[in-house]
């Protein structure tokens, strides 16, 4: 979402953009669009988008099932979002490189530049209809990759909640980021699907609604719409992980102003206020 400081990354990262067009057959056209660090970039290419990550060489490869190529092969097509057109891999140096060719939406995201928001976003009732309906769709899928992992739910569910971790831990299939730089505004789109996969069951309902803490009124919405969800001990168990793992990215810096709002939460839905957040390198 924004572009990185590091001057030597958006070399690397626009040499491989570059790349991936002229392999893919695509002239790009228009601004660039950063990812979180410019670990990601993407650009138009008429009415397709390509979309380019980078990760450690040894991290080369896809994984049956998983990321937008599994995404593409087991969500149901009635979950909107872009299409999969093509995708191109490669390696370089220390890096892995990965590139897809994606439908160009245009309806812009709820927020382009951050996870959360601090306006209400106006959303029409139907927005919320078709999420339900969409996330309803997801957790019919067949899910391969645990997000939000078990062994990670048992460290930081004392160290960023102060209580204990659940003896067990139900799930459901899940995007596993959805927040509101990865949703369009109407029509509804589902953006980023390299988290996809088996969720804590309320996880999703319960990151957005984290995410939307400085906005009481949408805060309010999603406990409404999704009642049927947090409002259950298993619910409530997914919208703690989220809460946990939120409150891990304020340990490394993230979200200040958001933060007292997650503290309050969470003490609110377990009786206990969570420890002041320290730095932690503990992975999700």
């Known amino acids: 979402m924004n572009s990185p400081v590091d001057e030597a990354v958006q070399a690397l990262m626009k040499a491989a953009h570059d790349r991936a067009a002229k392999a893919l057959g695509l002239t790009c056209t228009g601004p660039l669009a950063w990812g979180f660090l410019g670990v990601t970039l993407g650009r138009r290419a008429g009415d397709r988008w390509l979309r380019v990550s980078r990760t450690a060489k040894r991290n080369a490869g896809r994984k049956a099932g998983e990321g937008i190529v599994g995404a593409s092969e087991l969500v149901p097509d009635g979950v909107p979002r872009p ?62 990759k645990a997000t939000v992992r078990d062994r990670w739910i048992e460290r930081a569910f004392p160290q960023f909640l102060g209580v204990p971790a659940p003896a067990t831990v139900a799930r459901v299939t899940g995007h ?28 999703d309902a319960g990151l957005l609604h984290a995410n939307s803490l400085l906005v009481p009124g ?46 309050a939460r969470a003490e609110a839905l377990t009786g206990v206020c969570p420890p002041v957040p320290v730095h932690s390198e503990v992975s999700a």
Not at 102 to 120: E, G, N
Not at 176 to 202: I, K, Q, S, Y
């Open 176 to 203: 596993g980021d959805l927040h509101w730089g990865n949703l369009t505004a109407a029509p509804l789109c589902l953006m980023d699907w390299e988290r996809w996969g088996l969720v804590p069951f309320g996880y």
């Open 83 to 144: 299409h999969l057109y093509a995708v191109h891999d490669w390696t370089a140096g220390e890096w892995a490189f990965e590139s897809e060719v994606l439908d160009y939406l245009t309806q812009p995201t709820v927020s382009p530049d951050r996870a959360d928001i601090d306006h209400d976003p106006g959303l029409p009732d139907e927005w919320w209809v078709d999420l339900r309906q969409a996330l309803t769709l997801l957790a019919e899928a067949e899910g391969v």
């Open 218 to 263: 949408v805060a309010a919405r999603i406990r409404k719409e999704f009642a049927a969800v947090l409002d259950t001990p298993a619910g409530q168990i997914g919208e703690l992980a989220a809460l946990a793992e939120m409150l891990q990215a304020v340990a490394r810096g993230w979200y200040p102003g958001l933060a007292p709002h997650l503290v």
